[in-house]
């Protein structure tokens, strides 16, 4: 039998985030940004879910291939663009969209044959200061794009960089609206937080939108707001059982380091999840776990393979008990990954992508 820690994909809930996320921004197209391997869920294991969507936005070619391979035919779009000049014939052949962010990437257009012109997104940096023309030379960028035979129509995006934050998005918004205002085409922006929280904006413009997060079940303004108050649902639940028990004395301590000891007798169940699965090493004691759907607590150190959790709120807990790390427990229970995430010190974003190869997922 293969160690008891499983990643359950929920289906019915990407549906559910999905309608939500379509809801804050309701005259927008949403792409479902399903890079880094749908943030760790696996592309396979999300598609169905999230086939509602207008269009699927990643990085990776390898991905819009296997997009393809599922048979979805509509939109696909490259967010970095392409990063050498073969990428731009896989474009032609699977009829993906791409970014335009620098002046290499319309060099290599410019020297690309192909029989059907490429829809492109061209980039601004409105102040993220990582992919794209600054204002100041978007319109030259532009001008040079409308140029050229291998493009069929332009875009224009821009990413913001505080849309989960007190900055907000305004500023970058105006600029992007001052520097493209007489420009043609269909308007992108907006990540998770931007279209919950700024989307209906006045000021905000987007005809399509780019929500990743928020479709995975993770709030992009956590802890300001919850996954609850969001109305979201966990899509990845990480489930493992407990493996065995112990019961200690006061004084007795656990795992490496012995950094947690006992100052009452309690009983603690070893639970087969470990580092090497994904789970952040630097979960602290304390940090939120359910047994049985009950929540409770870590204990001492996450080791390689093996965490201790505190059985003392879980009395008929034994071997074998469902463990769930972050998600949904089989009783309904939830435990938002961005609590486990804060623990961490980092975000729900980091821990769904760190799932591990050794952990098998399961659609569900
Ligand atoms: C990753 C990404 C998004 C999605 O961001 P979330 O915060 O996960 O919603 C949107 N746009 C671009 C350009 C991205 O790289």
Request: aromatic share 8%; glycine share 8%; net charge negative.
């Amino acid at each position: 039998m293969p160690r008891p820690i499983q990643a359950f994909v929920h289906a019915d809930a990407l549906r559910h985030n999905l309608a939500r996320v379509r809801a804050a921004a309701p005259d927008a197209r949403v792409w479902a940004v399903v890079k880094a391997n749908a943030y760790g869920h696996g592309i396979e294991n999300v598609f169905e879910g999230l086939r509602a969507a207008d269009g699927f936005a990643l990085l990776d070619l390898d991905e819009a291939q296997r997009i393809r391979s599922l048979g979805w035919r509509g939109p696909v779009l490259l967010l970095e663009g392409v990063f050498e000049m073969r990428d731009l014939e896989l474009c032609s052949r699977l009829d993906l969209w791409h970014t335009v962010h620098c002046d290499e990437q319309i060099d290599m257009l410019s020297r690309h044959k192909t029989q059907v012109p490429h829809r492109v997104f061209l980039k601004m940096n409105s102040g993220m200061n990582r992919l794209g023309f600054t204002p100041l030379r978007f319109r030259s960028a532009w001008t040079r794009l409308n140029q050229l035979p291998q493009v069929e129509e332009i875009s224009l995006v821009t990413h913001f960089s505080d849309a989960d934050g007190a900055k907000g998005v305004a500023e970058q918004m105006a600029l992007f609206n001052q520097a493209t205002e007489d420009l043609p085409g269909e308007r992108s922006t907006c990540n998770s937080a931007g279209v919950l929280r700024h989307a209906a904006d006045v000021g905000v413009v987007a005809d399509w939108v780019r929500p990743g997060i928020a479709l995975y079940g993770s709030a992009p303004d956590f802890p300001e707001r919850t996954i609850a108050q969001w109305d979201l649902q966990p899509t990845m639940s990480l489930r493992s059982r407990v493996i065995a028990t112990q019961d200690l004395q006061v004084g007795d301590t656990v795992g490496y380091g012995s950094t947690f000891k006992a100052e009452a007798p309690l009983r603690l169940g070893v639970v087969a999840c470990g580092y090497a699965d994904g789970y952040p090493r630097h979960c602290p004691t304390g940090t939120p776990v359910l047994v049985d759907g009950v929540r409770t607590r870590t204990l001492g150190r996450v080791s390689m393979d093996m965490i201790a959790v505190d059985l003392t709120p879980c009395d008929q807990a034994s071997f074998g008990s469902e463990v769930t790390l972050w998600g949904k427990a089989t009783n309904g229970t939830v435990l938002p990954i961005d609590e486990v995430a804060q623990a961490a010190g980092t975000v729900g974003y980091e821990l769904m992508c760190a799932v591990s190869g050794r952990v098998g997922f399961t659609q569900d």
